[in-house]
């Protein structure tokens, strides 16, 4: 499939920075090259409305980037398919169907799901967010409905935990009989400033949500979490919310990878062992620095992909991404309540929310969202 007179650029995952990418490509002269966008399904999430979502304060098509049309915007070709390997001898990615696409340049931002702590054939994550959605509409109120008590039980309490924990008490509000849990190991959103972990613990205690610290899971069996030093929970459903994985095929590929997976990427965003391969997102590592996995830095390295590819293209030296060590911080509570962190600033409240809402919705309209009802929450689009 490579065109013979223009280099074939393959942009692998439909995640925030190819979006932004394709954005960039409509606004900037690029030279001659020809852009393909490969992504698994055609609607791709923006983290950022995730927990809106869940709580039902917007639907699954406003939180969505309709990818096939982004691209033809971009003068970019879409196929929709799954990677299911990079062959870096020969140039090409492999996909699930066995198909094949050649690059001359390739870009991987395929994401990351929940890590699976435990053996537990019964519990559902997070991510990809769609049969999580699919899910909460479906089977879950049933099974709420038909319990006098129900203890929805989530595990992982870093920013997404909380945000889902705080979403789903919002979602699920009519249903006295509900009680959520976050079951944690490390304490709620470690890492984040000790000001932002007692704002949101005492939104979390306002809501009557239940926490249990210092809590490591290392068994499940009958519906009963069993921790490290013999205690117990029993829960009627069970979420995870744990830390950021990366897929198998990376590390089973000839790409360096981090011992836990990751695509070992230098400063320029470029993988150490294939110059002709960038990763970006969440399923990058930088060498040089420790990122959280986080929707804000796969937005933040959308630039300087963009600058780097077109270097490459015109044979030019690469430059470093540059990561921003302050930087916003919004932590949805739902029920139209935020908490806001950058550097020594705090914030808490409805009109945290309301700025929130205002950030998330500019950033989803310079995209094109799919039509309303379009997404299939368990179906492929
Ligand atoms: C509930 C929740 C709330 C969050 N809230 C926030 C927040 O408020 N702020 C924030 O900064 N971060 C947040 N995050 C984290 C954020 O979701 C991730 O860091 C972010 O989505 C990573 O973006 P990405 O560009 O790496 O990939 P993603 O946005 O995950 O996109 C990956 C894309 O690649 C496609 N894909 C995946 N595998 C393949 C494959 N094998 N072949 C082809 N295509 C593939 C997928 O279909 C998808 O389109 C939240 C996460 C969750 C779960």
């Known amino acids: 499939m490579s065109n013979k007179i223009q280099p074939t650029v393959v942009l692998a995952g439909g995640g925030h920075t190819h979006a932004l990418f394709l954005k960039k490509l409509q606004q900037a002269k690029v030279p001659p090259a020809h852009f393909i966008l490969v992504s698994a399904s055609r609607y791709t999430p923006y983290s950022g409305m995730l927990p809106g979502v869940i709580s039902g304060q917007y639907t699954a098509e406003q939180s969505h980037i ?4 982004l691209a033809k915007q971009s ?8 990677l299911s390997n990079v062959d870096t001898d020969a140039n090409e990615l492999v996909f699930e169907n066995g198909d094949r696409l050649h690059y001359d340049i390739l870009s991987i931002n395929t994401g990351s799901t929940q890590s699976r702590v435990i053996e537990a054939t019964d519990c559902i994550s997070i991510k ?3 049969p999580f959605l699919s899910w909460l509409n479906q089977p879950l109120p049933e099974q709420i409905k038909r319990n006098d008590r129900f203890n929805l039980f989530i595990i992982g309490a870093g920013a997404a935990g909380v945000e889902v924990a705080m979403a789903l008490h919002h979602r699920f509000r009519c249903f006295p009989q509900l009680k959520v849990h976050i079951v944690t190991a490390r304490g709620i959103l470690a890492g984040h400033p000790v000001e932002v972990q007692k704002m949101a613990a005492e939104e979390i205690e306002r809501k009557k949500i239940a926490i249990h610290n210092n809590f490591r899971v290392n068994a499940v069996k009958d519906n009963t979490l069993f921790s490290d030093q013999n205690e117990s929970l029993h829960y009627d459903a069970l979420i995870l919310a744990t830390p950021a994985t990366p897929a198998t095929w990376p590390s089973e590929s000839q790409l360096a990878t981090s011992p836990q997976g990751f695509i070992q990427v230098n400063p320029m965003l470029q993988s150490i062992s294939h110059d002709n391969v ?4 969440d399923i990058a590592e930088l060498t040089h620095s420790r990122l959280a996995k ?6 933040r390295q959308a630039p300087a ?4 590819i077109n270097l490459m293209l015109e044979e030019k030296p690469l430059e470093p991404f540059c990561p921003q060590s302050r930087f916003l911080s919004l932590l949805s509570c739902a029920g139209d309540q935020a908490i806001a962190s950058r550097g020594w600033f705090r914030a808490r409240g409805r009109l945290v929310w309301l700025w929130k809402d205002w950030i998330d919705r500019r950033f989803m309209a310079q995209f094109p969202l799919p039509e309303p009802g379009s997404i299939k929450l368990n179906g492929t689009d």
Do not use: H, M, W
């Not at 003068?75 to 799954?82: D, N, R």
């Not at 960038?278 to 997102?281: L, M, R, T, Y």
């Not at 992909?305 to 780097?308: G, Q, S, V, Y």
């Open 278 to 281: 960038f990763a970006c997102g």
């Open 294 to 299: 986080s929707g804000v830095y796969a937005v």
């Open 66 to 69: 309709d990818l096939e049309s």
């Open 128 to 130: 990809p967010i769609r």
């Open 305 to 308: 992909l963009f600058r780097n």
């Open 75 to 82: 003068k970019c070709t879409f196929i929709k398919a799954t």
